[in-house]
């Protein structure tokens, strides 16, 4: 049974900095690839960041480039999200998500929501960041 926990989500003033965790069971980081998304009400879900499990490759959405860091801890089996310079647009329920071996982390969501498909693997429950300007 896998399962990912979402934890240091909270409430923070702009230009201040959280730090995301994710970890999981029941998984093998070694071959997943990894990712954090977002969905701000009214917006559709954001692929915000990824890490690959092939050659740690990293894509960042464009708005987060420079101000937001992915990692991850194979032996804790734990990713992380530093999200630094944060934005009051940077409010958002953020997600944990974990691809099955053999299967890519979406780019888009059916009907824009977080969570409407499991087909590429795992979710997390979420953790809310609130960014006040």
């Known amino acids: 049974h896998v399962q990912l926990v979402e934890s240091g989500g909270g409430s923070v003033q702009a230009g201040g900095s959280l730090r995301l965790s994710c970890t999981a069971s029941?998984?093998?980081?070694?071959?997943?690839?990894m990712g954090w998304y977002r969905q701000a009400p009214g917006n559709a879900c954001e692929l915000v960041s990824t890490?690959?499990?092939?050659?740690?490759?990293?894509y960042y959405t464009d708005s987060v480039k420079g101000r937001f860091t992915i990692s991850q801890d194979n032996v804790k089996n734990t990713m992380y999200l530093q999200m630094d310079s944060l934005k009051s647009e940077d409010t958002a329920e953020y997600y944990c998500?974990?691809?099955?071996?053999?299967?890519?982390?979406?780019?888009?969501?059916?009907?824009?929501?977080?969570?409407?498909?499991?087909?590429?693997?795992?979710w997390g429950q979420g953790t809310q960041v609130t960014v006040s300007s």
């Open positions: 998500a974990a691809a099955r071996r053999g299967s890519v982390l979406p780019p888009s969501l059916i009907g824009g929501m977080c969570r409407s498909s499991s087909s590429f693997g795992y």
């Open positions: 890490i690959s499990s092939d050659d740690g490759s990293i």
């Open positions: 029941g998984l093998n980081f070694d071959d997943s690839d």
